[in-house]
Structure formats: structure tokens, C-alpha cells
């Protein structure tokens, strides 16, 4: 029934789109990226690739996701087009694309949901390039109508994020290189990573990306108690509830900033911080951006598209559940169906001495 409703929405919505090829602008590429925080973060590794062949970079992303924010940290982008995510708004949103030219217009991350190939389609431009796979593609029939209306597929299969990125410039041909792992550019400071642990207890993925808070307490607390150092507990607006539960289970004094900090105030704690504890998460993403010693605590499905990464910093460690531990790993979905209630199995498998260890890793390499 959702797939019916939603090809039938996105029908609606292509009928709004341009009809043929229009000239765009020499030298621009527009980057069309809807996902999440982390997504963004993993997409500029390729951003930075293309600005150093000397191609200016637009960005059309969600509204209220942070990813705006991110894209003025990073300096990267000539413009970024921020765009309300409601259904009411998406005809909107495609009439106002029709006025943004660019040379060049990619999607990222390198997957099929048609709501991207939609906004992409309706950028005025000379190459409106779309992968050529179905990974993210809930839809194959409209995959198949947007396949014709574009300018030209590349062929996507690489697993890894990162890779299916470089995969996807190099048939565009925009770049014929490796990608690595993006980094905010920043100054080093004498008292870089002498700060506070920070904790992120969230997750854009929901609970069933969520370690349990009490097994965070644990292993902050013991992190704190070992090191001197202070702890913070960080999140959004909508994550103050599960801050407050962190804190309260915490043996240590933690201050709470769920919800009190703008991403540019977030980049300066994690610039300093001496080590973050997190999910699999945007935050997670960004702080490995901003150089931060972090541990991920991860589950195992799309297992190895972000993590495990063996390009991580030495300062940084993935923990995930060994593959004895449950028969499913790794289960390779992205949306796991084993979910009831809370955390993922998998999540729940990874235990406190094992993210205790990573930690006290991480501090000794930094």
C-alpha cells in the first residue's frame, strides 16, 4: 500500500518536471543530497575533489536537517538551497529548481530514491547525471521513467560509501582518483582533544539504532572517573528526553546540551573534546569531521557501507557485535525487520567492555 501511494505521488510530481535538456552553467556542479546529516558529511570527501579541479558546487538538501549549517562549516559550496521536506512543499520545491542552473547535477548518496532523482531532474542543466543501481529503490517502475528522463546513467555497485561515490565521479567523469575520508579544515590548537568526553545518545535512525543510555552511563562514567575529564551529553531538540535519562543514570556530574547548541558551537566542543561516544549516527559522522577521538557503537545491517570502515583514523574505533554473536550478521538490509521494540539485536550484542576498550584506545592514540 506505500509503494502503491508513493508511485503514485511521484507520478503526480513528474509531471511538473522540465521538458528536455536545458543549457545550464559551465563549471558548476549541483549536488542533490535529501538523506541525513551523515550522508552529507560522507558526500563531501567527493565535494572536495571536484572544488579542487576547480568546479563550483552547489547544494540542494533538506531544510531543518543541520546540513546547512554543516555545508557553511565547510566552505565548499558556491550555494546551498535548503528545502522544506513536507509533502505540501515537494511541487514547491520542483518549480523552484527549474530556476537553478548548473553544468553538472548528481545525486548523493549514490542510490535510487526518487524524490532525489525528481529534484535533480528539475535543475536546468547540460548533464543531469543519475546512478544506475538499486540500492535505496523502493520503486523500479519509476525508477525505470527516470532513467529516461536523464541525461545519463552511471553504472553503481561498489558497497562502500565512499567508493560508490569515487565509482560514480569516474563515470561521470569528473574525477579518476580514491576518496578519502572527510575532514573539517581547522587550525591546530595546543589544547586540541585535552577537553570533556562528549555523548550522543541518539540516533536519526530511532531506537533501533540506539545503545541503551545506561551501558553510555557505564562506560562515560568509568571514562570520566579514570581521566578527570568532565562529560557532556549532546543531541537535538527532540532528544533532550533521552539526555536527561543519560544524565540521570550517569555517576559522574555531566552537563546536558541536548537541544541547546547550533551545529557551529557543536563543531568548537568536538574540535577540543577528548573523546566522543556515539551511535551510528550524523553525529558520529561530523565528529570524525572535526577530527574528534570516537567510538561508534554500530549495528550490522548495510554493514560495511559506512562502518566497519579500515580507513578510520587510528583515533577512532567502530564497535559492532561479532559475527558469532547473532546468525543474522551481517544482515546487509538497511530498515532490519527483526525490530519490535528498542534496539536492534545486533546493538544490543555490542557490550560495555567492548566500547570500554575502544574507548581507552582512542584516548591512548590521540
Known amino acids: 500500500m506505500k509503494n502503491w501511494a508513493g508511485g503514485a505521488v511521484y507520478g503526480l510530481l513528474m509531471r511538473g518536471l522540465p521538458a528536455g535538456r536545458a543549457a545550464g552553467e ?27 579541479r576547480g568546479l563550483r558546487v552547489k547544494l540542494v538538501c533538506r531544510q531543518g536537517a543541520g546540513m546547512e549549517q554543516f555545508a557553511a562549516l ?42 532525489s532523482d525528481l529534484y535533480a531532474l528539475a535543475i536546468t542543466a547540460n548533464r543531469r547525471i543519475l546512478p544506475d543501481t538499486m540500492q535505496g529503490c ?14 545519463e546513467l552511471v553504472p553503481v555497485d561498489a558497497r562502500r560509501e565512499r567508493e560508490r561515490n569515487a565509482q560514480y565521479l569516474r563515470g561521470a567523469g569528473l574525477y579518476d582518483g ?6 573539517l579544515d581547522r587550525a591546530e590548537r595546543e589544547d586540541r582533544h585535552s577537553g570533556p568526553i562528549m555523548v550522543f545518545p541518539g540516533a536519526g535512525g530511532g531506537p533501533a539504532k540506539q545503545w541503551p543510555v545506561e551501558r553510555f ?9 579514570e581521566t578527570g575529564r568532565e562529560v557532556l551529553v549532546c543531541g537535538t531538540e527532540g532528544e533532550r528526553a533521552l539526555g536527561e535519562v543519560l544524565c540521570a543514570k550517569l555517576s559522574v556530574p555531566a552537563d546536558d546540551l541536548c537541544g541547546r547548541t547550533d551545529l557551529r558551537r557543536l563543531a568548537e566542543l568536538l574540535f577540543g573534546c577528548g573523546l566522543v561516544l556515539a551511535n551510528d549516527s550524523g553525529s558520529a559522522h561530523m565528529a570524525m569531521a572535526c577530527g574528534a577521538p570516537t567510538v561508534i557503537v554500530c549495528g ?24 558469532d554473536a547473532l546468525a ?39
Open 26 to 52: 559551465q563549471g558548476t556542479v549541483a549536488i542533490v543530497c535529501l538523506a541525513s546529516l551523515g550522508d552529507l558529511v560522507e558526500a563531501c570527501s567527493a565535494v572536495r575533489a571536484l572544488v579542487r
Open 328 to 366: 543474522c550478521i551481517p544482515c546487509g538490509v538497511s530498515r532490519p525487520d527483526c525490530v519490535k521494540q528498542g534496539a536492534a539485536p545486533c546493538v544490543l550484542a555490542v557490550g560495555e567492555d567492548e566500547v570500554l576498550r575502544a574507548a581507552r584506545t582512542c584516548i591512548k592514540n590521540v
Open 300 to 323: 550490522c545491517w548495510e554493514y560495511g557501507r559506512f562502518f566497519p570502515d579500515p580507513d578510520l583514523p587510528e583515533n577512532c574505533r567502530a564497535v559492532t557485535a561479532q559475527k
Open 74 to 115: 565547510t566552505g565548499l559550496f558556491e550555494e546551498v538551497i535548503a528545502l522544506p521536506h513536507g509533502f505540501l512543499a515537494r511541487p514547491g520545491n520542483i518549480r523552484r529548481l527549474k530556476s537553478v542552473h548548473a553544468g553538472t547535477v548528481l545525486v548523493m548518496p549514490a542510490e535510487r530514491h526518487i524524490l
Open 217 to 225: 552511563a557505564a562506560v562515560a562514567g568509568a571514562l570520566s572517573r
Open 138 to 151: 523502493s520503486l523500479p517502475k519509476l525508477k525505470r521513467r527516470t532513467d529516461a528522463l536523464a541525461d
Open 178 to 183: 580514491p576518496l578519502a575520508p572527510f575532514s
